[in-house]
T-cell receptor
Framework: GDSVTQMEGPVTLSEEAFLTINCTYTATGYPSLFWYVQYPGEGLQLLLKATKADDKGSNKGFEATYRKETTSFHLEKGSVQVSDSAVYFC????????FGAGTRLTVKP | DAGITQSPRHKVTETGTPVTLRCHQTENHRYMYWYRQDPGHGLRLIHYSYGVKDTDKGEVSDGYSVSRSKTEDFLLTLESATSSQTSVYFCATTGTGLGPDTQYFGPGTRLTVL
């Protein structure tokens, strides 16, 4: 069935470093792709999404581009902050939502 | 933020006992979901509801049942809890026409089965 695979963490970066979290997907059709973020003690929040190939989702300085040729949707941010420390989930949705295992990001001052 | 609450927020129980988790929403959303979150697995869908008294199974439904007698409440029941059901459980909702991506999540319930 449809699924996503994301890089395992944890990831630890210094403030202002560049962030990449890899996500690849397997799908029979043309799903929408998402990144969710989970801050400590909270539920998931939608960070960004892309609904078709070559779409770029962006929010709060984060970006991800829907790459059909490489079946990827990597999350990037040019300069991370301590407040970005959270768990990030890649997900896809042909119908119901399928989540990756999550990548924990810790940003140190 | 959507008004989604879950109760209890934490529960410790023993193997073989019944457990019911409650999700309550004030958004009048039609769709409601129960997920479990486990290390290395992300979130996995247990059951979902597309209206009052209308429910269906998700990816990991064995050992769980649900009920939705009112729009605002979606109950998840473990008839006889097992240690493998130790997890963090999240409820989510979405409204008609918003699509599955526009899910609003509750704060979660941490369940420990001893």
């Amino acid at each position: 069935g449809d699924s996503v695979t994301q890089m395992e963490g944890p990831v630890t970066l210094s403030e202002e470093a560049f962030l990449t979290i890899n996500c690849t997907y397997t799908a029979t059709g043309y799903p929408s792709l998402f990144w969710y973020v989970q801050y400590p003690g909270e539920g998931l929040q939608l960070l960004l999404k892309a609904t078709k190939a070559d779409d770029k989702g962006s929010n709060k300085g984060f970006e991800a581009t829907y790459r059909k040729e490489t079946t990827s949707f990597h999350l990037e941010k040019g300069s991370v902050q301590v407040s970005d420390s959270a768990v990030y989930f890649c997900a896809l949705s042909p119908d119901d939502m399928r989540f990756g295992a999550g990548t924990r990001l810790t940003v140190k001052p | 933020d959507a008004g989604i609450t879950q109760s209890p927020r934490h529960k410790v129980t023993e193997t073989g006992t019944p457990v019911t988790l409650r999700c309550h929403q004030t958004e009048n959303h039609r769709y409601m979901y129960w997920y479990r979150q486990d290390p290395g697995h992300g979130l996995r869908l247990i059951h979902y509801s597309y209206g009052v008294k209308d429910t269906d199974k998700g990816e990991v439904s064995d050992g769980y049942s649900v009920s939705r007698s009112k729009t605002e409440d979606f109950l998840l029941t473990l008839e006889s809890a097992t240690s493998s059901q130790t997890s963090v459980y999240f409820c989510a909702t979405t409204g008609t026409g918003l699509g599955p991506d526009t899910q609003y999540f509750g704060p979660g319930t941490r369940l420990t089965v001893l």
